[in-house]
């Protein structure tokens, strides 16, 4: 399981919401993730990133008024009647949301809507994702073929106004992002194809006055982000019990944290292994002693920054 900071960074929800660390990533996505906040005063009241499976590729918040790239060879690949129906679909989100937001807001204590739209590829086949989550109250998602969209949870009580929606354009839409998509992959190829090998690095915790001792085990910088990271324990693997962060670095990789809290001092009982495409072969490390392991030697600044972005 994945843990995050709350809704201090969209990007950070946003990768909460893709696969887990452990997935090897079997098919392509072209997603939005947005957030709707209201009384939020450090976020914009709507805000977007775009992801072309792992790696941004644009970014919207109702501050700029525009869609911003974030990958030349997207800004240039696309034209700009692509980007002026970018923001045509943005604007008219960010309006559906606001209405949903604002009258349940005093009713549930709801300060923000999380959002998904976009569609995935797995050989020949596409769908077509829309959904929105209202934390602890319920989830709204729309079935784009069937040009219908239902509520769960408390949500439910909106089901007639949902009803009432307009997605006759929602076959179109997703056409659309399917060929978005694929245009999309053929201009990335390169950067989605990159590897960059991570190095690891274990050490051991003082007890706070809510944990016991507990074992860290970083690793960074990575990329693509599907990776096989885990917790031995006499050899044997840890299913369950301990802590697993992955947060973005600043230059287009990743890092990730796992800590698990002793139950006995004998460290050598302890392993983090880790697998990724970029390696040829598996890394373990042992009991937090020793130089880090792996490729490169950014590990200490790219942890530093990485627990300072995530305090953020």
């Excluded at 989550?133 to 769960?152: F, H, R, S």
Aim: net charge negative; hydrophobic share 40%; aromatic share 8%.
């Amino acid at each position: 399981m994945e843990s995050w900071n709350g809704p201090a960074s969209l990007l950070f929800t946003v990768l909460s919401l893709c696969s887990g660390p452990g997935s090897q990533a079997v098919s392509h996505s072209w997603m939005y993730f947005y957030l709707q906040s209201i009384s939020i005063s450090e976020l914009p009241d709507f805000s977007k990133v775009g992801m072309l499976d792992d790696l941004q590729i644009d970014y919207y918040d109702s501050t700029l008024e525009e869609v911003e790239s974030r990958q030349q060879w997207i800004a240039d690949g696309f034209s700009a009647e692509y980007w002026k129906q970018q923001k045509e679909i943005t604007d008219n989100l960010h309006q559906h949301l606001s209405m949903l937001l604002i009258p349940i807001h005093p009713l549930f204590d709801i300060s923000y809507i999380q959002g998904i739209w976009g569609c995935t590829q797995s050989g020949n086949m596409f769908n077509a994702i829309l959904k929105f989550n209202v934390p602890d109250i319920g989830e709204i998602g729309c079935d784009i073929a069937k040009e219908k969209c239902t509520g769960t949870g408390f949500l439910a009580m909106f089901n007639n106004h949902l009803n009432q929606l307009n997605l006759t354009d929602g076959p179109e839409l997703r056409s659309s992002c399917g060929q978005d998509l694929q245009r999309a992959l053929q201009l990335g190829e390169q950067a989605l194809e990159r590897q960059v090998a991570p190095e690891v690095r274990v050490l051991k915790m003082k007890p706070t006055a809510t944990e016991g001792q507990s074992l860290r085990c970083i690793i960074t910088p990575f990329y693509p982000r599907a990776i096989n990271a885990t917790w031995l324990k006499n050899r044997q693997v840890v299913s369950q019990g301990y802590k697993v962060t992955v947060l973005p670095n600043y230059n287009e990789t990743y890092w990730m944290e796992l800590v698990i809290e002793l139950q006995s001092n004998d460290l050598e009982m302890y392993t983090c292994q880790v697998q990724h495409s970029s390696l040829s072969e598996t890394l373990i490390l042992k009991g937090g002693v020793g130089e880090p392991r792996g490729a490169g030697p950014m590990l200490g600044l790219m942890a530093v920054l990485a627990m300072v972005i995530g305090a953020v």
